[in-house]
């Protein structure tokens, strides 16, 4: 069975850094591209950003560029998200996400979330 | 980057409506859109993939058309487990931006 499972979410002050983690079982993590996604509480998903198989491309939403860096460990099967700088708008539930094979960026399986507050 | 956004905003619906959910993108996309369905407190969950392809075990009374820039979601028969928020997403361009979402509920 396919699972992705988030981690890592908690208080921190504005300013201040987490990491997230996401485990996956149940699939070659290392054949898929992998995502992170958050949402702000009460609003629409936000894409935070992308990773390729290898980790060799990586793409980042505008707002999150130069604070946030996504990495994986294909031989831990781990999905990571450094977060730092964090501000407050930064406060969401955040996702990692399965990237299927074909047809761009398309989220097939979804962590349960994970979520920050970054809040004085 | 590719601004998307959904109609309406909310609607209200009975067990056995159809509904349709539209979605456009600022510029074409051909097919690569993607519907997802979220529940509250839940994650969301992929619905349709490349504008109309139904992802596995997803009931068929779910349906995807268009391509380009317009694209719609239609639910034949709503069913109780359908009341949902929908979003749509382009798999075109980076960044891989969401529509708004469309809330479903109970009339």
């Known amino acids: 069975e396919v699972q992705v499972v988030d981690s890592g979410g908690g208080l921190v002050q504005p300013g201040g850094s987490l990491r997230l983690s996401c485990a996956a079982s149940?699939?070659?993590?290392?054949?898929?591209?992998m995502n992170w996604v958050r949402q702000a509480p009460g609003k629409g998903l936000e894409w935070v950003s992308y990773?390729?198989?290898?980790?060799?491309?990586?793409y980042y939403a505008d707002s999150v560029k130069g604070r946030f860096t996504i990495s994986r460990d294909n031989a831990k099967n781990s999905l990571y998200l450094q977060m730092n700088s964090l501000r407050a708008e930064d406060t969401a539930v955040y996702y990692c996400a399965r990237d299927r094979p074909e047809y761009g960026v398309t989220l097939d399986y979804w962590g349960q979330g994970t979520l920050v507050t970054v809040s004085a | 980057d590719i601004q998307m956004t959904q109609s309406p905003s909310s609607l209200s619906a009975s067990v056995g409506d159809r509904v349709t959910i539209t979605c456009r993108s600022s510029q074409s996309i051909s097919n690569y859109l993607n519907w997802y369905q979220q529940k509250p407190g839940k994650a969301p969950k992929l619905l349709i993939y490349a504008a109309s392809i139904l992802q596995s075990g997803v009931p068929s009374r779910f349906s995807g058309s268009g391509s380009g820039t317009d694209f719609t979601l239609t639910i034949s028969s709503l069913r109780p487990e359908d009341f949902a928020t929908y979003y749509c997403q382009q798999s075109y361009n980076t960044p891989f931006t969401f529509g708004p979402g469309t809330k479903v509920d109970i009339k």
């Open positions: 990773i390729s198989s290898s980790g060799s491309a990586i």
């Open positions: 149940g699939f070659t993590f290392s054949d898929y591209e």
